[in-house]
């Protein structure tokens, strides 16, 4: 679609999109007591936004996260909601995609659709919409639903949220939309996205019925199961695209991953180390896992397995080390056939000017990056 081409960044021609993950969380994703954590503060959101626009950072992925999980430091019990945060970014911001993650099941969708058209018309074409169907329990409770539909109807319902959302987003002056879940009278949506074409969709989904909505429904699909090698990786990459290819879409494929990079590789380790062994924040790893369903008693060696991954990276690709290792695991991402990844930080704001400083420029020369913007 030509008018997609002409959105900016997610559409632009580097080869590995790079983007920054969980900025609108107190903490990110690092399960850290370390006090130089990201508070997520929106002082630092707005200097993060205008550094990673100038140095060509192409996106930025917030999670939807209505309440933290405990532990020493809350984790992730800070945030700025998402589309109201990506508002806020996007105003900041020129060149990069700047996504919301919205629950689907908690959203109305003719609020969505006018808050989502908002933010896409203050980015001129740049907002993106990570859907999520969500699976706290805790969070539906907040909203007052005392019982969340099972697996499968969540994505039935979700399937309608969209459709109906697309359509406001369309040419349609006025219409009623009926679904089983969804009775919708007279709508009239004005104005519509940027440009005539509407905002990238991008979803997460895993389970077969998770990732049959993606291929539906999405441009990107975000898969962050922690692979066994960067073999089995590709193979998933490439069975999605195969299976987009069939449906007649070009998806893109996506991963997420951490990344702590250091002028030696010891002191790259080290704090590695540091923030995920010393200063871990267990109890918060406890509380996730125990969300999840994932009980110490009934496996004690895979329970330990999962709360060090969990405090390892949140199922990411860690890429600690130094400017060339990094450029170089970010280089292997891309020949394992992803298109992209989103990635972290202990504190985005302190550590995005050496990656950009040093490992943007190895990009370059390894043909996986365009010049830097004004360039
Ligand atoms: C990159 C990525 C980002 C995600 N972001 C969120 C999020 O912000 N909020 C949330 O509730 N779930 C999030 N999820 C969870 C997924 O939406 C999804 O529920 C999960 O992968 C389980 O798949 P299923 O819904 O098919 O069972 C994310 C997953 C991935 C891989």
Redesign the pocket.
């Known amino acids: 679609m030509d008018a997609m081409q002409s959105r900016i960044a997610m559409h632009n021609g580097n080869q590995l999109k790079l983007g920054l ?1 969980g900025a609108n969380c107190s903490n990110g994703r690092a399960m850290t007591t370390a006090p130089e954590r990201w508070t997520a503060s929106w002082d630092d959101c707005e200097a993060l936004a205008e550094l990673a626009d100038a140095v060509g950072i192409d996106f930025m ?5 209505w309440r933290g999980y405990r532990g020493a430091t809350d984790h992730q019990g800070a945030t700025l909601e ?1 589309i109201a945060w990506a508002c806020g970014m996007l105003a900041r911001t020129r060149r990069m995609t700047v996504l919301a ?1 919205v ?1 689907a099941p908690l959203i109305n969708p003719v609020l969505a659709a006018k808050q989502m058209v908002t933010a896409d018309l203050i980015g001129r074409g740049r907002f993106g919409l ?1 859907i ?5 329990d805790g ?1 539906f409770g907040m909203f007052g639903v005392k019982k969340q539909a099972e ?1 499968d109807a ?2 039935a319902y979700g399937q309608e949220w969209i459709d109906a959302i697309l359509r406001m987003w369309g040419p349609e002056e006025e219409f009623d939309f009926l679904g089983e879940y969804l009775d919708l009278k007279g709508l009239r949506v004005k104005p519509k996205p940027y440009g005539g074409a509407r905002p990238l969709i991008m ?9 049959a ?1 993606a291929l539906r429904n999405s441009d990107a699909f ?3 199961v922690r692979y066994a090698s960067l073999a089995d990786a590709a193979r998933d990459a490439a069975e999605v695209k195969a299976a987009g290819q069939l449906m007649g879409r070009n998806i893109g494929v ?1 991963t ?1 991953g951490e990344v702590v990079c250091r002028p030696t590789r010891s002191e790259a380790q080290d704090y590695f180390h540091y923030w995920t062994e010393e200063a871990a924040d267990w109890g918060a790893a406890d509380y996730m896992l125990g969300l999840k369903g994932v009980k110490r008693a009934d496996d004690p060696s895979l329970y330990d397995a999962k709360r060090r991954a969990l405090i390892h990276g949140q ?1 990411g690709f860690p890429m600690i080390g130094t400017p060339d290792d990094v450029a170089g695991e970010l280089a292997q991402i891309s020949a394992a056939g992803f298109d992209g990844i ?1 990635f972290s930080f202990l504190n985005y704001l302190r550590e995005l000017p050496y990656f950009a400083q040093e490992v943007l420029p190895r990009l370059r020369r390894m043909g996986l990056r365009e010049s830097a913007p004004g360039a």
């Open positions: 993950f992925l917030p999670i939807g996260r998402s993650t629950h990570n999520v169907i969500g699976w706290n969070e697996h969540r994505y979803n997460a989904g895993s389970s077969p019925t998770g990732r909505y975000f898969t962050a996506y997420v199922s989103g």
